[in-house]
């Protein structure tokens, strides 16, 4: 079955990076575009990334573009955000989905907090 | 900037029949937008209901359906249980790579 699996959160000053992966398992993981939504404490979901199937394109969220990059290493079934300077409105759980075409989502991990503290 | 409307919160009557809808502050959502609905309970992750308008997940019950009413999408309820007390969102597809998630419907079955 499909299984997505984050790690890499934690508690990190204002500022600083920090690097979340995803591995995938239960699926061809280079036939799907992946994306990151994340969730702030008793917040709503925000999509904030995605990238393509091929990794030929990669968008974002206003809110973190020039800070965030999603990239993805298909030898390894892995997804993964570089967070960089992060700021306080950055705190959320984290999560990736899986994107089956059809610009929608069907799968989701269950999710890596991230902290940032100032 | 357009913002993604849902209701803040709903509730129906166990066996009842609730609708939540997915608008849009400026415009109409289309089956274009590619409107994907997502179920949440506290502390878990989300799982996906409906996608691509009207499309149920692999596992998911009958009694959620999705479609456009109007000018905006909707999943309806039929049959509403216990169980299905949760938040529920919608994202939409804006084109040029951006999706863009409602702020959520926190369903109450009493």
């Known amino acids: 079955q499909v299984q997505l699996v984050e790690s890499g959160g934690g508690v990190v000053q204002s500022g600083r990076s920090l690097r979340l992966s995803c591995v995938a398992s239960g699926f061809t993981f280079n036939s799907y575009g992946m994306h990151w939504v994340r969730q702030a404490p008793g917040k709503g979901l925000e999509w904030v990334a995605v990238?393509?199937?091929?990794?030929?394109?990669?968008y974002y969220a206003d809110s973190v573009k020039g800070r965030f990059t999603i990239s993805r290493d298909d030898s390894k079934n892995t997804l993964h955000l570089q967070m960089n300077s992060l700021r306080a409105e950055d705190t959320a759980v984290y999560y990736c989905a899986r994107e089956p075409g059809k610009w929608t989502f069907d799968s989701w991990g269950q999710g890596t907090l991230v902290t940032v503290s100032s | 900037q357009t913002v993604v409307t849902q209701e803040p919160s709903l509730s129906v009557s166990p066996g009842g029949t609730v609708t939540l809808t997915c608008g849009l502050t400026?415009?109409?959502?289309?089956?274009?937008?590619?409107p994907s609905w997502h179920q949440q309970t506290p502390g878990q992750a989300p799982r996906t209901l409906i996608k691509?308008?009207?499309t149920r997940s692999s596992g998911v019950p009958d009694r959620f359906s999705g479609s456009i009413l109007g000018n905006k999408a909707a999943l309806t309820i039929t049959g509403a249980q216990k169980d299905d007390e949760s938040d529920y969102y919608c994202?939409?597809?804006?084109?040029?790579?951006?999706?863009?998630f409602g702020g959520g419907t926190k369903l109450t079955v009493l």
């Open positions: 400026s415009g109409s959502v289309s089956s274009s937008d590619y």
């Open positions: 994202v939409l597809y804006m084109g040029s790579g951006i999706w863009v």
């Open positions: 691509d308008t009207n």
């Open positions: 990238i393509w199937y091929d990794g030929s394109k990669q």
